[in-house]
């Protein structure tokens, strides 16, 4: 059963050693923060250093594992229609907007929609690391200049990854204007079952 995250939304859920979990941009252009834990020790969680080093790239994609801090895989990517992630970037938080955006009032945030989607989980603010950006383009020049471009993921686009422990895990459907090119759209989901 497709699931749907609605725009500037977040939701976490369970998913099994074993199982797959296929993430859709539906519209095309639209992002989503991905964090995992492990369901026995939410200490262990997704690990962005780690991923980049034991992967050997920045760009993480179909074949590559995503590594725990605890230098443990937690998922493998199966399939990345796709092909362009991110994993340099913190999820966008209150301060992200009133920082970078000049924007003083609130504003829905992926960090927001993580914590609150994981305070079932018993997850609290300072536990959620930095996200998998699923579909977001990041782009960096020889002075290591980074800048944010509009997504290249077209409508109907997908990852499929495969839990290798059982999981904890939170996604959103980003809400900062610059990782999707000016819009906010859903984000679909399914988990597949081998």
């Known amino acids: 059963m497709i699931c749907e ?11 099994n050693k074993g199982q797959r ?18 369901l026995e020790d939410s200490r262990e ?21 995503l590594w725990s801090n605890r230098s443990n895989k937690m998922m493998k990517i199966i399939e990345d229609t796709n092909g362009r992630n991110d994993f340099l970037l913190a999820p966008c938080s209150p301060e992200t907007f009133q920082i970078m955006y000049d924007n003083p009032d609130y504003h829905p945030s992926c960090f927001e929609n993580l914590y609150v989607s994981l305070k079932e989980h ?18 960096w020049d020889m002075q290591g200049n980074l800048s944010v471009e509009a997504p290249l993921s077209k409508g109907g686009d997908y990852m499929i990854l495969e839990a290798q422990m059982n999981l904890i895990v939170a996604l959103t459907a980003c809400s900062a204007e610059d990782s999707n090119n000016g819009s906010f759209k859903p984000i679909h989901y399914e988990i597949l079952n081998q």
């Open 5 to 15: 995250i609605k725009k500037q939304s977040g939701v976490a859920f369970l998913l």
């Open 21 to 38: 979990l296929k993430v859709i941009d539906p519209k095309g252009e639209q992002v989503s923060d991905m964090v995992l834990f492990n």
């Open 122 to 139: 018993g997850i609290e603010k300072d536990d959620i690391p930095t996200a998998f950006n699923i579909f977001m383009n990041v782009q």
């Open 45 to 65: 969680k997704l690990s962005s250093g780690k991923t980049l080093d034991f992967e050997e790239n920045l760009l993480i994609t179909t074949g590559n594992f």
